[in-house]
């Protein structure tokens, strides 16, 4: 496992891998830049950090590929969220606290298929349809 300060430079100078570039990934990407910023700063990094993951990557952007503004958001309002309500202080033991985060269907509880999956989802941040963010 890859300490949390290495994982953070290799991510931001576009080096991290892209095959283990996965959910987990992501949300431990969320989880500290949350623990280091204010909401909205995080979400700048986060949101300029997958962008050029992303770019270095060759990553197309299309409706069902690259990055996606309500997911990104929703995920990071989730850990947020999370972290308010119980944060142990360590990616590992956050995780252990916290599984929903892990499971990639956690935002299927928010959001339905049509709307997340619309133009409008991907470049622009919407709103739960079906439940409020929430433990």
Known sequence: MTDDDTFITLFEAQQWPQERWDHRAHI????????????????????????????ANGTPEALDRGYHET??????????????????????????????????????????????????AKAEFVDPDLAPFDL
């Open 71 to 120: 997911v990104t958001l929703a995920w990071l309002r989730l850990v947020r969220i999370a972290m308010d309500a119980h944060d142990p202080g360590e990616f590992e033991r956050f995780c252990e606290a916290h599984p929903h985060l892990l499971e990639t269907g956690t935002l299927r509880r928010h959001y339905s298929r049509a709307h997340i999956l619309s133009p409008e």
């Open 28 to 55: 431990r990407f969320a989880y500290l830049s949350l623990r280091d910023a204010l909401f909205d700063a995080a979400a700048r990094r986060v949101r300029d950090g997958i962008r050029a993951h992303n770019r």
